[in-house]
């Protein structure tokens, strides 16, 4: 079992940066693939960034890519989404994920969620 809560969330004006973390307990968080979705008002859940098990490769929705950065620490057993260029657009409650199934960008590859944070972009 892996237990993860994000934190960083907030209101931040259009062209700000966030960063959100995710903090994991329970088995060591870099044995599993780490993913971070959000869903805004009205619509389903979307892959915005994962990275991968092992050797670290990173993956991008297209609508964030050059603007957001995935990372993770083992040590401290962290995963994080720094948000750069913020829009009104990205919005949403974001939630991070863990799984085993190297499915990066599917809710389906993910086993464990977290209960998510709130982003909110004023323009």
């Known amino acids: 079992q892996v237990q993860l809560v994000e934190s960083g969330g907030g209101l931040v004006q259009a062209g700000g940066s966030l960063r959100l973390s995710c903090a994991a307990s329970?088995?060591?968080?870099?044995?599993?693939?780490m993913g971070w979705f959000r869903q805004a008002p009205g619509k389903e859940r979307e892959f915005v960034a994962a990275?991968?098990?092992?050797?670290?490769?990173?993956y991008y929705a297209d609508s964030v890519k050059g603007r957001f950065t995935i990372s993770r620490d083992a040590a401290t057993n962290t995963g994080y989404l720094q948000m750069n260029s913020l829009k009104p657009e990205d919005t949403a409650v974001y939630y991070c994920?863990?799984?085993?199934?190297?499915?990066?960008?599917?809710?389906?590859?993910?086993?464990?969620w977290g209960q998510g944070t709130q982003v909110t972009v004023s323009s």
């Open positions: 994920a863990a799984g085993l199934r190297q499915l990066y960008a599917v809710e389906r590859g993910y086993d464990y």
């Open positions: 329970g088995r060591t968080f870099s044995g599993y693939a």
């Open positions: 990275i991968s098990i092992s050797l670290g490769y990173t």
